[in-house]
């Protein structure tokens, strides 16, 4: 890695364009508040974050948009409040450890751009062999990834289930139980045809999320 922080705190600092490559760091034991990494001009995802490995740090009040990153690996992140990444794309990426409330959704569908934003991403992921690994992520609270298509996500499949779209086309979303529903509700706005739902083992949620997966299984609609 060609930079190493090690304690520090990083503020308002923002990464913005339409292009442009950022990475090659390791950071251990860094705070991240207000920062940004948003692609602006151009849905093809020409802004990049590459080889980057965090380890215990925390972030709190940042965000990501538009982004493309690739190689990068999380151990154990902690989180001020749900951290959303909007209309990214993932490459590589290796979440393990305890995590805090993560939610990866698709482009704010208000932009002038976002047909172009949701091909791009769909034609990209048809380039990716593998984009996620949560298999070994101890989430603290809800952890969503419906903009990730579940196939190309490893996961622990004790607590961590694949959805596909045509196992649900039959039935409203409203008339499953529990967490089921939200999650089914999902397909609404994800144009990809699986998605991956988690207990969050490290949440006081966890045992009513695994009954939720339970129920999946026990009827045939999940993986």
């Known amino acids: 890695m060609a930079l190493e922080l090690v304690n520090q705190t990083i503020t308002d600092v ?11 760091a390791r950071l251990v034991g860094v705070t991240l508040k207000r920062c940004m990494v948003t692609q602006s001009g151009d849905p093809g995802f020409g802004l990049v974050v590459r080889n980057v490995v965090l380890e215990r740090c925390q972030m709190d009040a940042c965000k990501a948009s538009g982004v493309l990153f690739e190689e990068i690996t999380i151990d154990a992140l902690r989180l001020a409040q749900l951290h959303q990444l909007s209309g990214c794309v993932f490459r590589h990426v290796t979440l393990r450890g305890r995590i805090g409330s993560v939610m990866v959704k698709g482009p704010v569908s ?20 593998w984009a996620l690994d949560v298999s070994e992520a101890v989430f603290t609270d809800d952890a969503e990834f419906y903009y990730v298509p579940g196939d190309l996500v490893r996961r622990d499949p004790n607590s961590q289930a694949l959805l596909r779209r045509e196992a649900f086309s039959w039935a409203d979303w409203r008339d499953f139980p529990g967490h089921i529903g939200p999650w089914v509700s999902r397909f609404e706005v994800t144009p990809f045809d699986s998605i991956v739902v988690i207990a969050p083992k490290g949440s006081t949620k966890f045992r009513k999320h695994m009954s939720d997966i339970e129920w999946l299984h026990n009827n045939g609609l999940c993986e």
Not at 14 to 24: A, F, N, P
Not at 110 to 129: G, L, N, P, T
């Open 14 to 24: 923002r990464l913005t364009g339409s292009s442009g490559e950022y990475g090659d």
């Open 110 to 129: 208000v932009r002038r751009d976002y047909s172009d934003r949701v091909a791009c991403a769909v034609r990209k992921y048809k380039e990716i062999d």
